[in-house]
């Protein structure tokens, strides 16, 4: 039996100057995870640069312009057809305010604390779990 | 001040049927590193796909074959002009015999434990700790 493919999807906790993390919820039209709250991020396009890919998918999603900080996680989850990897980046926001594309519909700023709270993408949960035991 | 490019790298913990993880040993002539002890693996090639680069790299430096199974974590290192993002994934062995290529020049299947004590590349310390306090 062939394994699944890996497919590799990049996030960024996006955190503000009052340390706060950004949240953002998927649309009730989404494909996977309908209504439960998500990362900003994406997969990576052909030939595209992990910085770039996470960089462009923040815009797009949020509007917001970031700098990537450091990696703080990784997760994964499992789909009929393919694995996704999910390789988890801490960003700071350089400027922008939060201007929601169709792909979600609503955003928060919340603790890591809250965080462990939120109604996330199941693959995400144990990261945030982690997260929150070790501020 | 422009921040450095994060470029990915992805490294597998190969699992053999005793349940014991493949380490290589970084050559004398290594750029990075050079004489500690490594997991397989390496960056992604333009347009290559997330598996497709870690099974050429496992194959290039081992000649073994694998199947991947998980994400098992992540790294990070600060180079001069680069970060580099690691992303880290099970993998067991399908078929082969461990024979390195120039770049590397010793091996050994090491216990979890054993690899928390293991002199690896400084990236991977942590991920190791936090690997042996979870079996």
Chains 1, 2 share one sequence.
Do not use: C
């Amino acid at each position: 039996m062939p394994s699944k493919p890996f497919v590799l999807s990049v996030k960024a906790l996006i955190r503000n100057s009052q340390g706060r993390y950004l949240v953002i919820r998927r649309s009730a039209a989404s494909k996977h995870n309908a209504g439960l709250w998500d990362f900003p991020g994406g997969k990576t396009d052909p030939g595209e640069t992990l910085d770039g890919a996470l960089i462009r998918e923040i815009q797009e999603e949020t509007e917001l312009r970031v700098e990537l900080e450091h990696v703080v996680g990784a997760a994964e989850s499992d789909l009929p057809d393919r694995k996704v990897a999910y390789l988890l980046l801490q960003a700071r926001v350089l400027d922008g305010r939060v201007s929601l594309s169709e792909e979600h519909d609503d955003s928060a700023w919340v603790t890591a604390g809250e965080l462990a709270k939120t109604d996330l993408a199941p693959q995400f949960r144990n990261f945030v779990r982690s997260l929150a035991e070790k501020r």
